[in-house]
């Protein structure tokens, strides 16, 4: 997908990309089609400092410098200076081209102080400008700092847009559609099926049925709830659900407390669902549910072997430490979350503090750190992601792909509370995950309404 519409072939762009999108998305350099990708000397340089440790940041980094290197193979100087063809698979053409720019004296006075790195790849682009009039330079950042700076100084500048599915994060698929009054009302032709104890309806897929993907709901305000199970170009296919029993379903103590919260326990409890995507505003219930939840089903049912529960947030992207402590004790501090949900399902045992104790003691549960996580395998594991909003497309990936066989993957978030310095709703790793996988026949999304934590936090919500 390209950065913007389709440009004439004659007039291919050049595309500057500053450290921040390789970081980003270390696979960027790929996504410009026929277009031009310049790497400014100031930018590798940056990626070198940045890639030592065990950051997070640092194996992006790493990967992004594994990148370049792959696709400038072993061309000259010369021609990497004339920009060298990006070939993406071994045997399609190349497309497009990736130049190194080095840094340039500047024949005028005209130009920023150089002592910070955003100052000199910006008058870098300002010579470059100058050499090549006839051609559309863009600087690419996810810093609106640094394109402020860069259109300010005559230089034009963009965010990068490839991993953005949306325009609006209003847009996004909410897991269910109400219907006011009856659902069958908007019905013209329904097959009704029973087997196994199941009622299924077929309907054809038109009208509001169209919006509708595997694994969403149909709720209407006299009592039918409905979920997709099956679906393609023509039909349709509902599972007729008991509002009843999902609101009385009860799991490790915890009863929903609105409709949106028993679809969410559906999604969690079901084995054939092997992704479940929770998102709503804060004190909407995600982590007390999955928690619950995830309980459940290692304790009494059994099902999985352990919780694998970790969170992105800052701070916790860097080293976890030398001082003493296990990587439990370390991480508690980042995962208290999840200890306050464990306190509020216990709050009525006659000592909580004993209750709370002999569950953590009991419950196979590991608090890990996300630098640790990757090029791990997690079998018969349930992945809980806490905080995942704060997290991008290819974190997401990093994450999501450590589920091996038997595995389960919940993520919890909330798209207004992002504290990631570049990444906003649209970017967020949570809304490109939504948007990839509302077609995922294992996958499940709902988004929680209302603010049940307190009458306190829910007044805070609307007006603070």
């Keep these: 997908m390209d950065l913007m519409p389709r440009a004439p072939r004659s007039r291919k762009k050049m595309y500057v990309l500053d450290t921040n999108v390789l970081i980003h998305d270390p696979n960027a350099v790929l996504n410009f089609e026929e277009h031009n990708v310049v790497i400014p000397m100031t930018v590798l340089e940056e990626l070198d400092s940045l890639k030592s440790g065990k950051q997070a940041v640092a194996a992006d980094c790493r990967q992004a410098i594994r990148t370049i290197d792959r696709l400038l193979g072993d061309a000259s100087p010369r021609e990497i200076e004339r920009g060298v063809p990006i070939k993406r698979t071994e045997t399609g053409p190349a497309q497009g081209t990736l130049t190194i720019l080095m840094s340039s004296t500047h024949q005028n006075g005209h130009h920023l102080p ?227 949900n464990l306190e509020a399902l216990h709050e009525d045992d006659e000592n909580m503090t004993s209750s709370v104790d002999y569950i953590l003691s009991k419950v196979p549960l590991h608090f890990k750190s996300l630098n640790y996580i990757r090029g791990r395998s997690f079998q018969h594991s349930l992945i809980l992601i806490d905080e995942s909003q704060n997290l991008t497309p290819h974190q997401i990936k990093t994450i999501v792909t450590r589920a091996g066989n038997g595995s389960k993957v919940i993520c919890l978030g909330n798209l207004a509370q992002i504290d990631t310095p570049y990444l906003s709703g649209i970017s967020s790793g949570l809304t490109y995950m939504t948007e990839r996988f509302k077609r995922f026949r294992h996958g499940g999304h709902i988004h929680l309404k209302g603010v049940p934590r307190s009458v306190l936090a829910e007044y805070a919500e609307a007006h603070l």
């Design 114 to 340: 150089e002592h910070i790195n955003d100052n000199k790849i910006i008058n870098t682009l300002a010579d470059l400008q100058e050499k090549h009039k006839s051609q559309n330079i863009i600087l690419v950042s996810k810093d609106i700092n640094m394109r402020l700076k860069a259109r300010g100084f005559g230089v034009e500048a963009q965010d990068y847009h490839n991993d953005q599915l949306v325009d609006d994060i209003d847009l996004l698929p909410i897991g269910y559609q109400e219907f006011s009054n009856s659902f069958w009302d908007t019905i013209d032709k329904v097959e009704t099926v029973q087997r196994a104890g199941l009622t299924e309806h077929i309907l054809r897929r038109e009208g509001a049925l169209l919006k509708l993907n595997i694994n969403e709901f149909v709720i209407d305000e006299l009592g039918f709830v409905g979920r997709v199970t099956d679906i393609d170009d023509d039909r349709i296919v509902l599972l007729d659900l008991s509002r009843y029993e999902l609101m009385e379903q009860q799991v490790w103590g915890l009863t929903p407390r609105d409709i949106y919260q028993a679809l969410a326990l559906n999604l969690l409890l079901d084995p054939d669902i092997h992704l479940v995507n929770l998102t709503g505003a804060a004190g909407s219930g995600k982590t007390i549910l999955a928690l619950a939840a995830a309980i459940e089903m290692t304790v009494a049912s059994k099902r999985y072997k352990r919780i694998i529960a970790t969170r992105s947030t800052q701070g916790l992207d860097e080293d976890i430490g030398f001082l003493p402590g296990t990587e439990a004790e370390k991480m508690e501090p980042w995962l208290g979350a999840i200890v306050d």
